[in-house]
């Protein structure tokens, strides 16, 4: 079973990348996937304090009219803020979960020069580490689960895979789908990634959960600028039972954030 980690386990370390094991619910769209955030501190007086508040607040006012949108802060041009909604859902959706993970980045990365948190449905990030239009493949979380399937299985995911590479996204968003007889896919990159970069992220992505889902009948992986997920009709879920068969899930943490700093990652044992 999971371990809950309290504030206090985690304070007294510098970094942090959580993981929490979070159900693949696809209604809980501000369900909790990663945080990261940088190891070094802004005091609270500073010109960065009101650097990350405006850019924070700038994306929360934006959320409700466009699925991405990135900024800079007036007062202190080095701080950059983006997010990232799920380009297929309503703006009430988007405008939801990003407001729920900038209350997540103000508690877990309080003070932190950068920050990073994915929700089912949004990411948002700061910092002031030139992250805005580069890519960035790194593997931040990976899962595979389901009830174990078969080889059909496994060639129709490669081609539900290989259909988000091969898809154009639709303009004004990153998101794409992809579907082989039972089983379907989706992908959403950052919207600072162009059309090139994003394809290359999902292709990234869908390489990961190829190599490293086995028989898996759902998967997904985030890397720093897409994630893709994959998963059987009538089997969306992560089965609570899969454990047992010891096939759970695959937990990689990398230090893909903020690579100049120090980090430890953190996953929780089942
Ligand atoms: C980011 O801001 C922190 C805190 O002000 C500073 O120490 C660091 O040098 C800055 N990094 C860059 C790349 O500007
Ligand atoms: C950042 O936002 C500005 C202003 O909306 C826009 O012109 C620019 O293309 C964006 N940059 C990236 C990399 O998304």
């Known amino acids: 079973m999971a371990t809950r980690v309290t504030a206090a386990t985690v304070l007294p370390v510098l970094w942090l990348l959580i993981l929490l094991r979070t159900g693949i619910c696809a209604d809980d769209y501000s369900a909790f996937v990663y945080a990261g955030c940088s190891q070094g501190r802004y005091s609270a007086d500073s010109q960065y304090a009101s650097g990350v508040d405006s850019v924070l607040t700038s994306v929360a006012n934006s959320a409700p009219y466009a699925p991405y949108d990135n ?5 202190d041009s080095s701080v950059v803020g983006l997010y ?3 380009s297929d859902l309503p703006a009430s959706v988007c405008s939801g979960c990003v407001r729920s993970a900038i209350s997540r980045l103000s508690s877990l990365c309080a003070w932190a020069v950068g920050g990073a948190v994915q929700l089912r449905a949004c990411f948002v990030r700061y910092g002031n580490d030139s992250f ?19 080889a059909g299985g496994v060639s129709m995911r490669d081609s539900a895979l290989g259909a988000l590479v091969a898809a154009a996204a639709p303009a004004g968003g990153g998101y794409r789908a992809g579907g082989s007889g039972a089983v379907q896919a989706m992908s ?3 919207g600072d990634l162009g059309a090139k970069s994003c394809s290359d992220c999902v292709s990234a992505a869908a390489a990961q ?3 490293g889902c086995g028989y898996a009948t759902a998967g997904e992986v985030y890397l720093g600028k897409c994630y893709a997920r994959f998963w059987a009709n009538g089997n969306g879920g992560f089965s609570s039972s899969a454990g047992r068969h010891g096939f759970d ?7 893909g954030f903020f690579a100049s700093l120090a980090y430890v990652s953190l996953s929780l044992a089942i």
Do not use: E, I, M, N
């Not at 900024?71 to 007062?75: E, I, M, Q, V, Y």
């Not at 899930?249 to 230090?255: E, T």
């Open 209 to 211: 959960l190829k190599a």
């Open 71 to 75: 900024f800079t802060a007036p007062s």
């Open 132 to 150: 805005l239009g580069k890519q960035d493949t790194a593997v931040l979380f990976k899962k595979c689960g389901g009830t174990p399937g078969d």
């Open 249 to 255: 899930l695959v937990h990689v943490v990398a230090a």
């Open 84 to 86: 990232q909604c799920r």
């Open 188 to 190: 959403q990159c950052v």
